[in-house]
């Protein structure tokens, strides 16, 4: 995962580590210089459902993607973190505009839709059929600051679901999971980002086939294996022949 910080001149931060931690303080993964920003401020960190964003008791409100935070929340790429002035965009390492293809587990009878998570639309889901055009002219209204339009166009090609940029604002770019795209292929659970309008892609069906990789057949026994190790058979003779000695000393002294 990488954090970028958008209007500033700092380089992109970069960690792989299971748990981060943000603040003022020189010990943190993370040194934010802000007045507004506490010693140690926050701290995100992974578990099964993700990547989970704690308030540390020191640290005051957050806002993710423009929605106050003041103990948990579920983070995923694209968001973007306010803490005072600091803006950080949280991206993935991949580029989805340079995905390839994959097969899909039932891509024909595929139901998708863009479920809204934050802006103007929020709380709002469009089904995605053949076609979905967002921006001025579209289904989809995209309300931009100052009066910037753009124009998305999602659609299938090749039973794959792809996102298309016609016209956007150099200040607006569409971002895919935090990264700036023009055109790409996605997948279920992408963020779509324009501005400060936050889509997910609900779609079940556009998970890749899973790979089942059969076991390889045990190998038979050999005919050694399947009659015992070979010095149970010298075991067993000594023993009857130690019996049969023993039997006959008995006789022997008894009569």
Not at 51 to 62: D, H, K, N, Y
Not at 64 to 70: C, F, K, T
């Amino acid at each position: 995962m990488r954090i970028e910080f958008p209007h500033s001149t700092r380089e992109d931060f970069r960690w792989t580590q299971a748990s981060l931690r943000l603040g003022s303080a020189p010990d943190n993964d993370l040194v934010l210089a802000s007045p507004q920003v506490a010693a140690h401020h926050l701290r995100i960190e992974q578990d099964r459902r993700g990547w989970v964003l704690q308030v540390l008791p020191a640290g005051g409100r957050i806002y993710v993607n423009a929605r106050p935070v003041r103990e948990r929340a579920l983070l995923r790429a694209g968001d973007v973190l306010s803490i005072g002035e600091c803006r950080l965009q949280l991206r993935a390492d991949e580029d989805p505009g340079r995905r390839a293809p994959q097969a899909l587990a039932d891509a024909a009878r595929c139901t998708a839709a863009l479920r809204a998570v934050a802006g103007p639309l929020s709380g709002r889901v469009f089904p995605l059929r053949e076609r979905l055009e967002l921006g001025s002219s579209g289904e989809v209204p995209l309300e931009l600051p100052q009066g910037a339009s753009a124009d998305l166009v999602l659609g299938w090609r090749d039973g794959q679901l792809e996102v298309e940029a016609r016209s956007l604002p150099e200040r607006y770019p569409l971002r895919v999971n935090g990264a700036p795209v023009r055109q790409a292929r996605l997948r279920p659970d992408d963020q779509l980002g324009i501005g400060v309008h936050r889509f997910v892609i609900d779609a079940p069906g556009l998970r890749p086939i899973p790979k089942i990789v059969m076991p390889d057949p045990p190998a038979p026994p050999s005919p050694e294996a399947q009659a015992g190790p070979r010095g149970e058979v010298w075991w067993l003779i000594l023993t009857a022949a130690v019996l049969a000695l023993g039997i006959a000393l008995v006789l022997l002294f008894r009569f």
